[in-house]
């Protein structure tokens, strides 16, 4: 028992001064600051993307820890980034251009806080009825069960721009506010006669629904179209892009731009140094979906951009040559 008492003596000796040490490091470790991505929905590209971005620059930027969180995506990452519950996230370019400006659905609540950090995919404007449907164009949707999108997502409000273009609001079909996960599984099953989408092409969704359903997509030809809504760009979807569809189809794009706030509480250095860990590392995030690989690009890092950069991208971006366009100086930097 003396033994016991003596060894045990002795461990205390060894051991306490070794967890006081730890202690003694951790608090003079500098705090870290967690900060979370918006991007969206499981099912597409944007998800993956954010939570790979998010791993990077918690690998690359000292001090910041980065989670990506799915999320209904443009206006509840816009509402969430200018109250300041997100450091980063993603919008799409209409929406952005609206809520910075203060038009449409955001007269009320102008977000001229937003700054871009860089472009990221395409998002189509997508329509799909069954390849025996009488809908021949959005006019033909009069009295019918539309999918629209989630109530308040920004696939909903280009749902709605569409129709308004056309003359059409929602008293005038029977919209259905559900995702477009569901919107497929709608259509395959008869419950609704068509629905409009925001989403990239050949998405998980959107293969699923064409490779085991026939079906058709409406066209958008028309040049006044692109003339009321100039954040949307004309895209000729090719023939054979999806099972059935052997035609070319145009639809009306937009850049997903991802986007912070002057209430992100990042500094000008911070965002300087998750925009380079991003660019500087993309083989740990490119690869993530076909759709970020091809078309999430350094070199078109600017392009189609509706909301002025934030000081710490216009800083990495300068140092990397790139020409800064003047709408794309913030005011703060004027």
């Given at each position: 028992?003396k033994?016991?008492?003596?060894?045990?003596?002795?461990?205390?000796?060894v051991?306490?001064?070794v967890?006081?040490?730890g202690?003694a490091?951790?608090?003079?470790?500098?705090?870290?600051k967690?900060?979370?991505?918006?991007?969206?929905g499981?099912?597409?590209?944007?998800?993956?993307?954010?939570?790979?971005?998010?791993?990077?620059?918690?690998?690359?930027?000292?001090?910041i820890?980065?989670t990506g969180?799915?999320?209904?995506?443009?206006?509840?990452n816009?509402?969430?980034?200018?109250?300041?519950?997100?450091?980063?996230?993603?919008?799409?370019s209409d929406?952005?251009?609206?809520?910075?400006?203060?038009q449409g659905?955001?007269?009320k609540?102008?977000?001229?806080?937003?700054?871009?950090?860089?472009?990221?995919?395409?998002?189509?404007?997508?329509?799909?009825?069954?390849?025996?449907s009488?809908?021949?164009g959005?006019?033909?949707?009069?009295?019918?069960?539309?999918?629209?999108?989630?109530?308040?997502?920004?696939?909903?409000?280009?749902?709605?721009?569409?129709?308004?273009?056309?003359?059409?609001?929602?008293?005038?079909i029977?919209?259905?506010?559900?995702?477009?996960?569901?919107?497929?599984?709608?259509?395959?099953?008869?419950?609704?006669a068509?629905?409009i989408?925001?989403?990239?092409?050949?998405?998980?969704?959107?293969?699923?629904?064409?490779?085991?359903?026939k079906?058709k997509?409406?066209?958008f030809?028309?040049?006044?179209?692109?003339?009321?809504?100039?954040f949307?760009t004309?895209?000729?979807?090719p023939a054979?892009?999806y099972?059935n569809v052997?035609?070319p189809?145009?639809?009306?794009?937009s850049?997903v731009?991802?986007?912070?706030?002057?209430?992100s509480?990042l500094?000008?250095?911070?965002?300087?140094?998750?925009?380079?860990?991003?660019?500087?590392?993309?083989?740990?995030w490119?690869?993530?979906?076909?759709?970020?690989?091809?078309?999430v690009?350094?070199?078109?890092?600017?392009?189609?951009?509706?909301?002025p950069?934030?000081?710490?991208?216009?800083?990495?971006?300068?140092?990397?040559?790139?020409?800064i366009?003047?709408?794309?100086?913030p005011?703060?930097?004027?």
């Amino acid at each position: 028992m003396k033994k016991l008492f003596v060894l045990f003596a002795v461990l205390s000796i060894v051991v306490v001064p070794v967890f006081a040490q730890g202690g003694a490091e951790s608090a003079t470790q500098p705090a870290v600051k967690r900060i979370s991505i918006g991007t969206a929905g499981t099912a597409g590209s944007l998800y993956p993307m954010g939570v790979a971005m998010s791993e990077t620059i918690t690998k690359h930027v000292p001090g910041i820890a980065s989670t990506g969180e799915a999320t209904a995506a443009s206006v509840e990452n816009v509402r969430n980034l200018t109250s300041g519950k997100l450091a980063m996230g993603i919008s799409q370019s209409d929406i952005a251009w609206l809520a910075y400006n203060g038009q449409g659905d955001f007269e009320k609540r102008k977000a001229d806080d937003l700054r871009s950090l860089f472009s990221t995919i395409y998002s189509y404007i997508q329509v799909f009825t069954l390849a025996d449907s009488p809908i021949d164009g959005i006019s033909d949707f009069k009295g019918k069960a539309i999918g629209v999108g989630a109530a308040g997502s920004g696939g909903e409000m280009a749902a709605r721009m569409i129709l308004n273009f056309y003359g059409l609001t929602y008293n005038d079909i029977r919209p259905q506010f559900i995702p477009e996960s569901e919107a497929v599984t709608a259509l395959k099953d008869n419950k609704i006669a068509a629905f409009i989408c925001t989403h990239p092409l050949k998405s998980a969704a959107l293969m699923d629904l064409t490779t085991s359903t026939k079906v058709k997509m409406i066209s958008f030809t028309d040049d006044a179209l692109y003339s009321a809504y100039p954040f949307w760009t004309r895209y000729e979807i090719p023939a054979g892009t999806y099972t059935n569809v052997d035609v070319p189809v145009t639809v009306p794009i937009s850049r997903v731009i991802m986007l912070t706030s002057t209430k992100s509480g990042l500094t000008d250095d911070e965002v300087y140094n998750i925009v380079k860990a991003i660019w500087e590392n993309r083989n740990e995030w490119a690869s993530v979906t076909a759709a970020v690989s091809s078309q999430v690009l350094l070199d078109t890092a600017l392009s189609e951009i509706p909301v002025p950069l934030h000081p710490g991208a216009l800083r990495y971006f300068k140092e990397k040559g790139f020409d800064i366009p003047a709408s794309l100086i913030p005011p703060e930097a004027k």
